[in-house]
């Protein structure tokens, strides 16, 4: 399934966020969107998902859902977004409650996205046993849960320190390997960016507009750490973004 | 080593990180207890404490063995739980609604609250005579005074710990389509717990209060009946018996609560 994102603008009183933005999201590949603070990135994010309203221009799904998708539009947090009472196969059993799967299907489902995770040993821990890394493998694992046509991640490893952000794109590029799927991956680290997107869209500051769509063709599975491929790309994305990342900086927030 | 280093003693670094770290120290409330109740004995028995300032502590302890002797202690602990656990009940539960209500529903709350804020500092004692005259002199006016009393309490305390739920849960619960009773369910039920919870032991610690209130009129029986009976005669063991047998009821509250919150918010660590 196809997202179509059309003349999109959104003002927060008079404070206008986002201008005319104009975007197709292809299946079976992963977007990056990448931008200074502020530029409404993670906005966008929430109009895609249907959590908030556009004040104009719409979002648009094209095409057919996969097969067996509950949650065609499925978010991963930044903030894991875990219910610490719930273990972490509740957790993943939740999201399927409310399609009336439970019991032995359930189960099914469960044990097959954790240990897509690698979760298998940890099912019946509670969320604060886990460390941070964990607990995003459990947020992956639930939006794997109900099959999604696209994944929408909202800076998904900014909360995590940069060892285990290596090693869950590692983990994201393996299961993107295996099984290809559509995803929106907001981040404002480029090297995140560059690591994971095959389209790379920089957005400018407030009020946000697309400046640049930047393509990487060389394939995820071959991209590595610090990889020179890619560093030039990265380089370029900086030097786009550099003066306006210290804008934004230099802005005050109360306007 | 610099020459710095080198010239002068070196001094050791001062630990200055003490402190502002609760701990658990159970016997030391125990310890308070029974210096103080070895305080009274000894002042009393010398004749340091004059028999009229305060009864003696060996005194009190038989005046309750009495008390337990001829039955006449579970003649009056039973009216006095029923009314505690009818009324604390009626307005916990009252309370505990009409607070997720509040919480969950603007046009409640800007209905209710100013409401609720007016009815909070009503002492509810003062009240008593119009639940006389509403629900008669009978155990329905004790019941009604007791719920009217922990209820406010208890509806601003849960309506606050429904406030107070992590709003990115309610947002992903949205974002996976869950439907709206799921969200309160399974989300802000379960959030809002350990703030309902801290609530209810206020409220209850007041239900016990307003125990004693309900009983100054037309109660044979009671803690509070008996309590009241003690005072107007002057009778410092008995009345103390009382007090003693209030503060064990509402340690028992308090722990009993204590477990719950150790059953239902395991998870909190």
């Given at each position: 399934m196809d997202i179509r994102l059309e003349s999109i603008s959104h003002s927060y009183g008079d404070t206008e966020v986002l201008r005319d933005i104009n975007l197709e999201i292809p299946t079976g590949r992963i977007v990056c969107l990448v931008g200074p603070s502020g530029c409404g990135k993670?906005?966008?994010?929430?109009?895609?998902?249907?959590?908030?309203?556009?004040s104009t221009g719409r979002v648009l799904q094209l095409g057919e859902q996969p097969e067996g998708c509950l949650n065609p539009l499925t978010y991963v947090f930044q903030d894991f977004a875990?219910?610490?009472w719930r273990s972490v196969r509740g957790n993943i059993s939740l999201v399927l409650e409310d399609h009336g799967i439970r019991g032995a299907r359930a189960r099914e489902i469960t044990d097959d996205v954790l240990a897509r995770t690698k979760l298998g040993d940890f099912a019946e821990a509670l969320?604060?046993?886990?460390?941070?890394?964990?607990?995003?493998?459990?947020?992956?694992?639930?939006?794997?849960?109900?099959?999604?046509?696209?994944?929408?991640?909202?800076?998904?490893l900014s909360a995590l320190d940069s060892q285990t952000r290596?090693?869950?794109?590692?983990?994201?590029?393996?299961?993107?390997?295996?099984?290809?799927?559509?995803?929106?991956?907001?981040t404002h680290n480029l090297a995140e960016a560059v690591r994971l997107g095959h389209q790379i869209i920089v957005l400018s500051r407030r009020p946000g507009s697309i400046r640049e769509a930047v393509e990487i063709d060389k394939p995820l599975g071959e991209r590595g750490y610090a990889d020179p491929d890619l560093e030039s790309t990265q380089r370029y994305l900086w030097e786009l973004m550099r003066e306006e990342a210290r804008a934004a900086d230099e802005e005050l927030l109360d306007v | 080593m610099s020459d710095i280093a080198a010239r002068s003693d070196p001094i050791e670094v001062r630990f200055r990180g003490g402190g502002f770290a609760p701990k658990s120290h159970r016997?030391?409330?125990?310890?308070?207890?029974?210096?103080?109740?070895?305080?009274?004995?000894?002042?009393?028995r010398t004749g340091w404490i004059s028999a009229l300032t305060l009864p003696k502590p060996s005194d009190v302890l038989a005046t309750f063995r009495e008390l337990w002797d001829s039955g006449l202690l579970f003649k009056h602990l039973g009216p006095s739980l029923t009314r505690l656990v009818v009324g604390a009940a009626l307005g916990a539960s009252l309370g505990i609604g009409v607070g997720i209500l509040i919480g969950l529903f603007s046009y409640v709350r800007a209905g209710l609250v100013p409401?609720?804020?007016?009815?909070?500092?009503?002492?509810?004692?003062?009240?008593?005579?119009?639940?006389?005259?509403?629900?008669?002199?009978?155990?329905?006016?004790?019941?009604?005074?007791?719920?009217?009393?922990?209820?406010?309490?208890?509806?601003?305390?849960?309506?606050?710990a429904v406030d107070n739920v992590d709003r990115s849960l309610i947002r992903m619960g949205?974002?996976?389509?869950?439907?709206?009773?799921?969200?309160?369910?399974?989300?802000?039920?379960?959030?809002?717990?350990?703030?309902?919870?801290?609530?209810?032991?206020?409220?209850?610690?007041?239900?016990?209060?307003?125990?004693?209130?309900?009983?100054?009129?037309?109660a044979e029986y009671g803690i509070g009946a008996y309590i009241l009976e003690a005072g107007s005669l002057y009778d410092l063991e008995r009345l103390f018996a009382g007090v003693v047998i209030l503060s064990l009821l509402g340690v028992l509250v308090s722990a009993a609560i204590s477990l719950i919150e150790k059953r239902l918010l395991g998870w909190r660590s």
């Amino acid at each position: 399934m196809d997202i179509r994102l059309e003349s999109i603008s959104h003002s927060y009183g008079d404070t206008e966020v986002l201008r005319d933005i104009n975007l197709e999201i292809p299946t079976g590949r992963i977007v990056c969107l990448v931008g200074p603070s502020g530029c409404g990135k993670s906005t966008l994010l929430r109009f895609i998902g249907g959590l908030e309203r556009p004040s104009t221009g719409r979002v648009l799904q094209l095409g057919e859902q996969p097969e067996g998708c509950l949650n065609p539009l499925t978010y991963v947090f930044q903030d894991f977004a875990l219910l610490p009472w719930r273990s972490v196969r509740g957790n993943i059993s939740l999201v399927l409650e409310d399609h009336g799967i439970r019991g032995a299907r359930a189960r099914e489902i469960t044990d097959d996205v954790l240990a897509r995770t690698k979760l298998g040993d940890f099912a019946e821990a509670l969320p604060r046993q886990l460390s941070g890394g964990m607990k995003q493998r459990v947020a992956i694992a639930r939006a794997l849960a109900v099959n999604p046509a696209v994944m929408l991640m909202d800076e998904p490893l900014s909360a995590l320190d940069s060892q285990t952000r290596e090693l869950l794109m590692d983990d994201l590029i393996a299961l993107w390997t295996r099984q290809p799927f559509t995803a929106v991956y907001v981040t404002h680290n480029l090297a995140e960016a560059v690591r994971l997107g095959h389209q790379i869209i920089v957005l400018s500051r407030r009020p946000g507009s697309i400046r640049e769509a930047v393509e990487i063709d060389k394939p995820l599975g071959e991209r590595g750490y610090a990889d020179p491929d890619l560093e030039s790309t990265q380089r370029y994305l900086w030097e786009l973004m550099r003066e306006e990342a210290r804008a934004a900086d230099e802005e005050l927030l109360d306007v | 080593m610099s020459d710095i280093a080198a010239r002068s003693d070196p001094i050791e670094v001062r630990f200055r990180g003490g402190g502002f770290a609760p701990k658990s120290h159970r016997w030391v409330g125990f310890a308070v207890f029974v210096l103080l109740i070895a305080l009274m004995e000894w002042g009393t028995r010398t004749g340091w404490i004059s028999a009229l300032t305060l009864p003696k502590p060996s005194d009190v302890l038989a005046t309750f063995r009495e008390l337990w002797d001829s039955g006449l202690l579970f003649k009056h602990l039973g009216p006095s739980l029923t009314r505690l656990v009818v009324g604390a009940a009626l307005g916990a539960s009252l309370g505990i609604g009409v607070g997720i209500l509040i919480g969950l529903f603007s046009y409640v709350r800007a209905g209710l609250v100013p409401l609720v804020a007016a009815i909070f500092p009503v002492p509810k004692i003062a009240l008593l005579p119009l639940f006389v005259i509403w629900f008669g002199i009978d155990e329905a006016s004790k019941y009604a005074l007791i719920a009217f009393g922990t209820f406010t309490p208890t509806v601003v305390a849960t309506y606050g710990a429904v406030d107070n739920v992590d709003r990115s849960l309610i947002r992903m619960g949205q974002s996976f389509g869950l439907s709206w009773l799921s969200i309160v369910r399974k989300i802000v039920l379960p959030g809002a717990m350990p703030g309902i919870l801290s609530g209810l032991r206020i409220s209850l610690a007041i239900a016990i209060i307003l125990l004693v209130a309900a009983e100054m009129l037309g109660a044979e029986y009671g803690i509070g009946a008996y309590i009241l009976e003690a005072g107007s005669l002057y009778d410092l063991e008995r009345l103390f018996a009382g007090v003693v047998i209030l503060s064990l009821l509402g340690v028992l509250v308090s722990a009993a609560i204590s477990l719950i919150e150790k059953r239902l918010l395991g998870w909190r660590s």
